[in-house]
């Protein structure tokens, strides 16, 4: 592929090396070769050799994920996206985007700048598109706008076999056979790779604000995210972030936030429905003993304050200088969110290494920052005590051990637990029947074995 | 089967006739036998048998589909889940039910009220949830509140071998594997059966009103429609119904609308936000030559509006004594909404049957009543005529051949120039895997033929 492609096929150590780590603390396994795509074409082209020679195949967008989607653990060619670059084109008046795979969500919304419209997905890392729909990512504002599998309407995608498929169309919605394009959102490449999508768009809202505002106890900032939530207030973001993130937050952004259990709320929509919706949760707030909130109107204040939020894994990272994080990801339906909030909490008191707890808390999300030395066996024991008991704490509760990070490598010890025996079968055999010889990102989201 | 279920497996002429027909045009072709199911472990029992005897099985609801999904067009039991009407549970603090997949949605309703809470998806018939979700359906509220695929959040499927999986979760989102739900979302039956599944519930707004504004041409109506979905207008229901399917109306429903191309609407929210968005379309509507707006907003007014709405296609029937209709299913991005009616009026002006034209426009879905004797070869002639025209439009504009009825048998052989031949290939590959001996609702969905 050297002469074909010249200095797009890459066998350097340093550019495998980047290629075979993500910002997770999974253990690096760098690519035997990197490939630099330049189009669907070559991709394609790319993967029918690579079947030939039985060479696995790891798509590669930002490098953003977390659950070592992109690790090359059976080694092989990593196919890196992030030279198909292109917005193909903008549909203003449809509301809809088409775009390379490797445009990244800054990208995108910086060539909609003027057209009164955003791309709302907003999973902190600038990731790619391509990327985020892979591992059907969502964020902070997923809670008004739905994640990537509401996002997307089409998508072109290069299966194992070489061949190119279009899924889905431009129209809002279609009854129209199987949904490939969800079944492929959320795949993590181990069914075809994504080399271009079409997305929706929404309107710029005439008005957004945004506020913090700070709780005596973490109890009281959840019962204030349910209640919002169940009388239906259409918050664009409601995020909490617990003492701890905060105070490293205060840290490393040089914020000068009080060092409680603080929720970071969003509003959009007229002025007038923003003030309404505003003076709402200002109100279910202040009944559970919320301190006053802090207004950000100016764009440029909503822009600091939640890059200070996006920045709180980083922020939570010097809490504990050298260490590594292992982020958690549980997703329980929004009555049980108190409560396992509190027992995770509880367990965080347990164990001597540092414990942050944020997240999406208005979709039942959150994340826990596990700070771990990796060369302590007492710090990893701790941490995966924490983590195995989260998730079953999780799915006791009709939750998933994934909100939004995908299974990667991470979590396909939980697959069967999650869906039960069956359901991980019927996986199996729809990625049997996809990719029969197993050569796209094997080893990712499926667990060990033929039949567990 | 007798012994074993007694008079729930039924062999008698006129529950097999019930059983062989939908609310389509298409030719009824009655099963074998109906079962009636209890449980899914009966489902489960019935679908190993079949298995054991290569007998087709039909997945049978309210059998108010309208592409002939439910018809035995190659024998078999079909598997009635009507009496599977229980509802399981009602979470109102996650804004979530399960139901068992014969709950129809007048009856979840029913059984929601005094809870503050709606499931909002209305395709007009009095449909199950299951035939809902397995023909992924939507209607008129789906502009606001999306479709069956955006509605459910988890599934209990009885597959090919008669597995039973759970699919899905209670937890809001989740990125933890394939997306079975939204794969056998939309279906048909050619995957699984669906037997249970929880659907999203969605707080009743605090206000609700609905108008009825009529224009002076249809493209003044549709561009109303354009202007207040690229504003973000977040409207409820946005409906246009012609002026045939207006008189129509007027004479099933005795109602008194002016006989010009019209559009309902609803707005919901706060009386504020409801106040706000009125104002906005009122003004849009005005710009275009709409005419006053009638309101509606008492509960039996609104109810008697949407009535008269629904029942449209029954009206439009009527137009026609001892005819038939074969509807159309047409959805578009909205830019080309206006193009697309105009041609279709165009061509519906060269024929000489009746054919009236009404939808959920604000998805850039619409359909037409084409009414025909379907003993009249010239009848037939035309009306092919004009849904193969619409169709190759629809889908030269990036749409699709079916917004929401699905695909049944009526638009198989629209299904490769929709998808391509490879995405089609790859349909086919998922159902070979999942139900290999073809069981499961055959001849619905995929094309005849192993490649095309």
New interface residues.
């Given amino acids: 592929m050297k002469c074909r492609f010249g200095s797009r096929f890459a066998q350097g150590e340093s550019i495998r090396v980047q290629h075979g780590r993500d910002e997770s603390a999974h253990e690096p396994a760098p690519p035997d070769a990197v490939f630099f795509a330049g189009s669907t074409d070559e991709v394609a082209e790319v993967v029918r050799l690579c079947g030939q020679y039985r060479v696995p195949i790891i798509p590669y967008g930002a490098g953003s994920s977390v659950e070592g989607q992109v690790l090359a653990i059976h080694g092989g060619i990593s196919i890196d996206l992030s030279r198909m670059n292109r917005i193909l084109a903008i549909?203003g008046?449809?509301?809809?985007a088409t775009v390379a795979a490797g445009v990244t969500r800054l990208q995108l919304n910086a060539a909609l700048k003027g057209s009164g419209l955003f791309f709302p997905i907003d999973p902190g890392a600038d990731a790619s598109l391509g990327g985020m729909a892979a591992?059907?990512?969502?964020g902070t504002n997923?809670v008004r706008y739905?994640?990537m599998?509401?996002n997307v309407l089409a998508m072109t995608v290069v299966?194992a076999d070489g061949?190119?498929?279009?899924?889905g169309?431009?129209?809002?919605?279609?009854?129209?056979?199987?949904?490939?394009t969800?079944?492929l959102?959320?795949?993590e490449g181990t069914?075809g790779i994504i080399t271009e999508l079409t997305v929706r768009l929404?309107?710029i809202?005439e008005a957004m604000s945004a506020a913090v505002c700070a709780f005596p106890d973490i109890a009281a900032a959840v019962d204030t995210v349910?209640q919002s939530?169940?009388?239906?207030v259409p918050v664009a973001r409601i995020e909490l972030l617990d003492a701890l993130t905060i105070s490293a937050v205060n840290r490393h952004s040089h914020t000068t936030l009080r060092e409680l259990p603080t929720l970071f709320f969003e509003f959009h929509?007229?002025p007038?429905?923003v003030s309404?919706q505003a003076q709402i949760v200002q109100g279910i707030a202040s009944s559970f003993g919320g301190q006053e909130f802090a207004w950000a109107t100016r764009n440029e204040d909503r822009s600091r304050l939640w890059q200070a939020r996006h920045d709180a894994y980083f922020a939570c990272l010097q809490l504990k200088p050298g260490c590594r994080a292992f982020p958690t990801?549980v997703?329980?339906?929004?009555?049980r969110l108190a409560e396992c909030i509190q027992a995770t909490k509880d367990d965080i008191a347990r164990v001597s290494i540092p414990i942050a707890l944020f997240g999406h808390v208005g979709?039942?999300?959150f994340h826990l920052v596990v700070l771990v030395d990796p060369a302590s066996a007492s710090d990893m024991h701790e941490a995966e005590w924490i983590n195995e008991r989260l998730v079953e704490r999780?799915l006791a509760m009709?939750?998933?051990?994934?909100?939004?990070?995908?299974?990667g490598i991470g979590?396909t010890r939980?697959?069967v637990r999650?869906?039960?025996v069956?359901?991980?079968?019927?996986?199996r055999?729809?990625k049997?029947?996809?990719d029969p010889t197993n050569l796209l990102n094997p080893g990712k989201?499926?667990p060990p074995g033929a039949s567990s």
């Fill in positions: 549909h008046d449809d509301l809809d591992t059907r990512a969502s997923a739905g994640t599998r509401d299966l061949r190119i498929i279009k899924t169309g431009r129209a809002r919605k279609s009854s129209a056979g199987y949904d490939l969800r079944l959102i959320g795949s069914l929404h309107p809202p349910i939530i169940q009388l239906g929509g007229s007038a429905a309404e990801d997703c329980v339906p929004i009555s979709d039942g999300n999780a009709s939750g998933t051990c994934t909100g939004e990070h995908g299974i979590k939980f697959m999650e869906h039960g069956e359901a991980v079968a019927v996986m055999a729809i049997a029947a996809l989201i499926l």
